[in-house]
């Protein structure tokens, strides 16, 4: 019997590793999104569609979300390597700090007059800065856009994810004190902890891991390397109770900035973050309840069109602020709309953290991620139409 369950287990990991895989070939024929359509399939093959997985596959979701978000955060340290962060100058730091706080700030007044706890609406402004690089820069090279405005879109989807996932961490300790489990003094004091703690975690793998780099030869040891030293960062602050996604992105740009060779261990992660990460989203589709998302209609009206709205305003003060072109920043805003992985991957800390608020935060970023995912990547191909910057 045993043999049968884990037969059945290896078979199923097998066909969600080939449905990613057919995913990512139609979506590029199709031009979807690859998320939306691994999104669609998990929540078509889920209790809220065929039915016809295993429930036992939902037990994965934990352990995977972890494994492709410690991915993720150290890539997203590659952003805070010191010649890039030269090289973006003060214009991409104006408009990503301002679509960041902007749609924070936004979708937090209005999940509130909705009717959104007070916790409901701190983790939502967190969640809202979220974006969706992968969607942003294939667009761009499907289009074969160029000019100062493509320049300034490219610059500020690099770090505006890393200015969340700290944002993120603070709100979401904040709601944990709003909901009870602390007390305020308390919460402030754990979301100090969960970006300082975090922050120590990722120095302290990051420094051993940046002098390792480049002294084993090509191939497979620098994946074992880098996969190695990303798992043991995870790891740690799981224990430690910091933020996983914070400490690894720390641990990016530690061995970014300290590595003489450091595009080797990001390379070996982008080659084998993508099983996980495939996996990754069809579960969440596959966790997806129909039922949930139609009590949520107003909160969610409420969030799409706060958190569009403050990309667009912030962007236009950033540019306003960087002193960047009018007609640059009446079309920046509009481009940084989609949202993708990095938002689901908020609401499931979410659900592991509070799950009574992640019941009500999973469906509805799950819908608004599917709905940023089919119209985000069409307004920015279309403003940057607009803008002369595609042939």
């Not at 066909?15 to 929540?43: C, D, E, F, N």
């Not at 940046?210 to 880098?226: D, F, N, S, V």
Request: proline share 5%; net charge negative.
């Amino acid at each position: 019997m045993t043999d049968t369950l884990e037969g059945v287990a290896v078979f199923t990991l097998g066909l969600l590793l080939l449905a990613g895989y057919a995913s990512h070939a139609l979506g590029a024929r199709l031009h979807v999104p690859r998320v939306t359509l691994l999104l669609l399939l998990g929540l078509a093959c889920g209790p809220s569609g065929l039915d016809i997985v295993p429930p036992t596959v939902s037990e994965w979701f934990s352990f995977v979300s972890h494994m492709a978000l410690a991915m993720v955060g150290f890539l997203l340290g590659e952003s805070f390597v010191g010649k890039h962060l030269k090289q973006l100058g003060r214009a991409v730091f104006c408009v990503s700090l301002g679509v960041t706080l902007l749609s924070a700030l936004l979708v937090f007044v209005g999940s509130l007059l909705m009717g959104a706890p007070l916790a409901v609406a701190l983790v939502l402004a967190g969640i809202a800065p979220a974006t969706a690089p992968a969607a942003t820069l294939d667009i761009v090279r499907e289009s074969g856009a160029r000019g100062p405005l493509t320049r300034i879109v490219l610059g500020v989807v690099a770090i505006d994810d890393a200015w969340g996932v700290m944002l993120f961490s603070l709100l979401l300790a904040l709601a944990q004190a709003t909901s009870g489990i602390m007390n305020i003094p308390g919460g402030v004091l754990r979301g100090i902890w969960e970006i300082a703690g975090a922050g120590l975690v990722g120095v302290a793998v990051g420094i051993p891991m940046a002098w390792l780099t480049g002294r084993l030869k090509e191939g497979e040891p620098a994946l074992l390397e880098a996969a190695g030293f990303v798992f043991l960062c995870g790891g740690l602050s799981l224990m430690l109770d910091v933020s996983y996604l914070l400490a690894c992105m720390v641990l990016g740009a530690v061995v970014g900035n300290r590595a003489t060779h450091y595009t080797r261990p990001f390379h070996a992660i982008e080659g084998v973050s993508d099983p996980f990460l495939a996996i990754f989203f069809l579960l969440a589709g596959f966790s997806f309840e129909v039922d949930a998302l139609s009590t949520l209609a107003g909160i969610g009206a409420a969030y799409v069109l706060a958190r569009s709205a403050g990309r667009i305003l912030g962007a236009r003060l950033g540019a306003r602020l960087g002193d960047l072109p009018p007609a640059v920043g009446a079309h920046v805003g509009w481009c940084l709309l989609p949202q993708a992985g990095l938002a689901l991957g908020f609401a499931l800390l979410v659900r592991e953290r509070l799950p009574e608020v992640g019941d009500v935060v999973l469906p509805l970023i799950i819908a608004t991620t599917v709905l940023f995912e089919v119209a985000g990547p069409a307004f920015t191909q279309a403003h940057l139409r607009r803008a002369g910057e595609i042939d």
